[in-house]
C-alpha cells in the first residue's frame, strides 16, 4: 500500500492506490463463515434484496431514466467507501456510507446498491467474499442502512434540525453495521468458556469498540457533505425527497426518481 | 481499471465461458469451505494456488498484492479465537484448543479466497455482468450494475484529481482544512455523479435510449470437456480428502 503524505495528500496516483483504502471497511471475508452459517445469512438478507429489487425494477419500468440515476447512485455509494476519513483518535479508516446512502436513496434501494457494491469489492478487489455475501449484506445493505434511516426519520418526525438528524442517522448506521458484523462472528465462533456473549465481548472489543470514534467522524463527514449539497445541489435532493418540494414546482414524477 | 479486472482481460483464459471458470473457481471455494480444513482446505489451496499460476497464468505478484487484504482480516478475526472469556484461570486465559481452532480457520479461509480469485482473475466483470441476466437476474438490476460499474471508474478519477487539486491548495495541513476538504470531496462525487447521469440520459435519449443497455458481450460457449476436468478434478479432492482424513488427524 501506497504511504500517502498527510501534509500533501500525494500518493494517491492511481484508481488502485485509492480503493486500496477501502480494505480497512470492515467485511468478513471469504470462507470466514461455516457454511450454514453464510447460508442462513443468506436467507436472511434475501427478502430485504429482493424487495429493493422489486422496488427497483418497478421504478426503472416507470421511469427508464431512473437506470442511470441508480447507477450513478452505486457509483457514488462505491466511491463513497473509498474515501478517507481522519478518525477523532488520529487514526484513518474509510466510511461504509450507509447511513448517507440510505438517506438519499432509501434503505430497499439501499439494498441492492449495497449488494451490487459488495459484490464488486469481492470480486475487483477481493474485500468481503462470495459465501460470505449474505452476511455482509445484512450487516451493510440491510441493518445498517435500516437503522441509520429509522434515527432520522424518527429525529426528521419530531422536528430536529436537518443536521443533528444526518449526523445520528450516520454515526446509528455506521455503529450498528460493526455491531451487527460482531453478533455475526460471534454467533460463528463461540468463546469455549462463555458461549456466545463472551465471543461478542472479543469480537466487539476488537471490532466494534473502535468504531465508535469512527462512527462519530463518519456521522460530521457526512453533515460536512450534506451541507455543502444542501447549498449545491437542492434540486437533486428535493427529488430525492431529502428536502421538502416547493408546491408547484417540483413534480410526483420528479421525486419518483432514483428514490 | 482495477488490477484484477486488468489481468482478467488479459487472462489467458479470457475466451472460456465463464461458466467454465465459475464451476472450477467456485467449486473450489466450496469445498474449501465444505471440507474439514486439514487436509481438505490444505490440499484445495495447493490446488488452487497451482491453477492460478499454472495453466491460468496468473501473475504472482498481482496476485499476492489482491490476496493479502483478505488475509489481514482473517488474522485479525482469527486472534479472538485464541483467548477465552471467563472460566477458572481468570477473566481472560489461554483458550484450550484456540491456535488450531484459529489456524484451520486461516487455512480455510485461504483456500476459500483462493478459488474466488481464480474466477475473478480470469473473468472480466463486463464480461459477467451481462450474462447474469439468463441466470434470472432482472434486466434493469443487471443495468443498473453495468452503469455502476462503468462510472466508478470515472468517478474515482474525478475524485483522485480534486484530492490533488486540495492538496495543491493546502487543503490538508490543517485538522480543519481536511475535514472541510473530504466534505467537498464527498459532495463534489454527488454532484458530478448526478450530472454525469443527467448527461448520459441526454445523449441517449438522442439515440432512442428505451430502458434497455445493450453492449456487446464476447461470443464464449461452454466447454464440456474443460467443465468436466473441472468436476473431475473436484471430486478427486474431495476423495483424497476422505482418504486422507483418517491417517492424518
Given amino acids: 500500500m501506497v504511504p500517502v503524505s498527510q501534509e500533501t495528500g500525494q500518493g494517491a496516483s492511481s484508481i488502485h492506490e485509492v480503493l486500496e483504502r477501502v480494505c480497512r471497511v470492515m467485511h468478513i471475508a471469504e470462507g470466514f463463515l461455516p457454511p450454514a452459517h453464510a447460508i442462513a445469512w443468506g436467507a436472511a438478507s434475501a427478502p430485504f434484496v429482493v424487495h429493493g429489487v422489486r422496488s427497483l425494477t418497478r421504478e426503472v419500468r416507470e421511469h427508464p431514466e431512473s437506470t442511470l440515476l441508480l447507477g450513478a447512485s452505486g457509483a457514488f455509494t462505491f466511491v463513497l467507501s473509498a474515501l478517507k476519513l481522519p478518525s477523532v483518535t488520529g487514526s484513518c479508516s474509510h466510511p461504509t456510507g450507509t447511513g448517507l446512502g440510505a438517506i438519499l436513496f432509501r434503505p430497499p434501494v439501499m439494498a441492492v446498491l449495497g449488494t451490487i457494491t459488495l459484490l464488486f469489492q469481492a470480486l475487483l478487489l477481493a474485500h468481503g467474499g462470495l459465501t460470505t455475501l449474505g452476511a455482509n449484506v445484512f450487516s451493510m445493505a440491510v441493518v445498517g442502512p435500516w437503522a441509520g434511516y429509522g434515527a432520522y426519520r424518527l429525529l426528521r418526525h419530531y422536528d430536529v434540525p436537518l443536521m443533528v438528524t444526518v449526523f445520528c442517522g450516520a454515526f446509528v448506521a455506521d455503529l450498528s453495521t460493526y455491531c451487527v458484523t460482531s453478533v455475526q462472528l460471534a454467533l460463528a465462533f463461540p468463546d469455549p468458556g462463555s458461549g456466545f456473549l463472551g465471543a461478542l465481548g472479543k469480537f466487539g472489543s476488537v471490532f466494534a469498540v473502535t468504531q465508535i470514534p469512527l462512527a462519530v467522524s463518519e456521522g460530521l463527514l457526512t453533515v460536512i457533505v450534506m451541507r455543502l449539497l444542501v447549498q449545491s445541489s437542492k434540486g437533486e435532493l428535493t427529488r430525492l425527497g431529502v428536502l421538502p418540494a416547493k408546491s408547484g414546482t417540483t413534480g410526483a414524477k420528479e421525486q419518483a426518481v432514483a428514490r | ?249
Fill in chain 2, 1 to 249: 481499471m482495477l488490477p484484477i479486472d486488468a489481468a482478467a482481460h488479459s487472462s489467458r483464459w479470457r475466451r472460456r465461458h465463464p461458466v467454465d471458470k465459475a464451476v472450477l473457481g467456485f467449486g473450489l471455494t466450496v469445498l474449501a469451505i465444505s471440507l474439514p480444513p486439514w487436509p481438505g482446505a490444505a490440499l484445495v489451496l495447493v490446488t488452487a494456488l497451482a491453477v492460478l499460476l499454472g495453466p491460468a497464468g496468473v501473475p504472482g505478484r498481482g496476485l499476492w498484492r489482491a490476496y493479502r487484504v483478505p488475509l489481514g482480516f482473517c488474522v485479525t478475526g482469527a486472534l479472538p479465537l485464541l483467548v477465552q472469556v471467563g472460566g477458572p484461570g481468570g477473566f481472560l486465559t489461554a483458550a484450550e484448543g484456540g491456535p488450531v481452532r484459529a489456524g484451520e480457520l486461516l487455512l480455510r479461509t485461504s483456500a476459500a479466497t483462493l478459488g474466488v480469485l481464480l474466477f475473478a482473475f480470469t473473468t472480466p466483470m463486463s464480461d459477467l455482468l451481462p450474462r447474469l441476466v439468463r441466470a434470472g437476474v432482472p434486466a434493469p438490476v443487471v443495468d443498473v450494475a453495468l452503469v455502476t460499474y462503468r462510472m466508478s471508474f470515472l468517478l474515482l478519477d474525478s475524485v483522485r484529481r480534486v484530492r490533488q487539486a486540495q492538496a495543491a491548495r493546502l487543503g490538508h495541513t490543517g485538522r480543519a482544512a481536511a475535514w472541510r476538504s473530504l466534505g467537498g470531496l464527498g459532495a463534489t462525487a454527488f454532484v458530478r455523479a448526478f450530472d454525469r447521469a443527467a448527461r448520459l440520459q441526454s445523449g441517449l435519449a438522442g439515440r432512442g435510449y428505451d430502458g434497455t443497455l445493450r453492449v456487446l458481450v464476447p461470443e464464449a460457449r461452454v466447454s464440456v470437456r474443460f467443465t468436466a476436468a473441472s468436476v473431475a478434478l473436484l471430486a478427486a479432492l474431495a476423495g483424497l480428502t476422505l482418504v486422507l482424513e483418517g491417517p492424518l488427524s
